[in-house]
C-alpha cells in the first residue's frame, strides 16, 4: 500500500516570504496525487491535483506543485504566502482507480502579518 | 450546488454505546468515502461506497461499518464504542470512483468525543 510523508510538521514564514512543502510517497504504480488546505474552521478543501500530463500543476490561489517521479515527490510552492494562506496543508496519493486515499500528516503553515 | 452534509456535526457518546453518522454527498455524485482524523494519526481511511457497494476498506476494526442506500446517501456506524475512537469523522464524495480522475469534495466532518 501507499504511504505519504510530509517533511515539515510547522512551517512559519512572514507575508511574501516563499512557501515550499515537501510530499514524498511511496507506491511503485500510477497514482493520483493532491494537494488539500484545511483553513482554521473549514473543511478541507483542495488545492490542486495531478493525474497524468505537465508535471507542473497550478492550483488556486497562487499555488502549483511539481511532480518529479524519479524522487517520488509532490511538492507544494507559492511565490509569495500572505496572511490567508495560515492553514493545515495535507498532501495526499491514492492509487489510480483504487480509493484506498493515504494523507500525510500535514503540514501547519503560520503566516505572520 | 449545495456541498457534502453531514449530520450530526458535534455528538458525545460513552464507552459501550454505538453511534451512526451520516453524510449526504454532493448531488450527482455516487461516490462516498469515509475518514477518521485525530491529532495522533492524521487523516486516514475507513471505507468507500460507490451505487451501494462497498469498494474499499481500510485498516479498521470490524466496530466500523458502513452502508449506502439508493440514492447516494451514507451512514457510518461504529459499534462499542472506545475512547480511541473520538475523532473528527469526514465524509468525501465524488461523481464516479474515488481513484478515478474525479475530485473528492468534502464534508465539515461530525465531531464525536467518547467519555
Known amino acids: 500500500a501507499q504511504s505519504v510523508s510530509q517533511h515539515n510538521h510547522h512551517v512559519i514564514l512572514s507575508e511574501a516570504a516563499s512557501l515550499e512543502l515537501g510530499c514524498n510517497y511511496s507506491?511503485?504504480?500510477?497514482?493520483?496525487l493532491f494537494w488539500y488546505v484545511q483553513y482554521p474552521g473549514q473543511h478541507l478543501q483542495l488545492l490542486l491535483k495531478?493525474?497524468?500530463?505537465?508535471?507542473l500543476v497550478k492550483g488556486i490561489k497562487g499555488f502549483e506543485a511539481e511532480f518529479i517521479k524519479s524522487k517520488f515527490s509532490f511538492n507544494l510552492r507559492k511565490p509569495s504566502v500572505q496572511w490567508s494562506d495560515t492553514a493545515e496543508y495535507f498532501c495526499a496519493v491514492n492509487a489510480r482507480y483504487n480509493n484506498d486515499m493515504r494523507f500525510g500528516a500535514g503540514t501547519r503553515l503560520t503566516v505572520k502579518p | 450546488k449545495a456541498g457534502v452534509t453531514q449530520t450530526p456535526r458535534y455528538l458525545i457518546k460513552t464507552r459501550g454505546q454505538q453511534v451512526t453518522l451520516s453524510c449526504s454527498p454532493i448531488s450527482g455524485h455516487r461516490s462516498v468515502s469515509w475518514y477518521q482524523q485525530t491529532p495522533g494519526q492524521g487523516l486516514q481511511f475507513l471505507f468507500e461506497y460507490f451505487s451501494e457497494t462497498q469498494r474499499n476498506k481500510g485498516n479498521f476494526p470490524g466496530r466500523f461499518s458502513g452502508r449506502q442506500f439508493s440514492n447516494s446517501r451514507s451512514e457510518m456506524n461504529v459499534s462499542t464504542l472506545e475512547l480511541g475512537d473520538s475523532a473528527l469523522y469526514l465524509c468525501?464524495?465524488?461523481?464516479?470512483?474515488?481513484?478515478?480522475?474525479?475530485?473528492?469534495?468534502f464534508g465539515p466532518g461530525t465531531r464525536l468525543t467518547v467519555l
Open positions: 495531478y493525474f497524468s500530463g505537465d508535471p
Open positions: 507506491y511503485g504504480g500510477t497514482v493520483n
Open positions: 468525501a464524495s465524488s461523481l464516479g470512483v474515488a481513484g478515478s480522475t474525479d475530485t473528492q469534495y
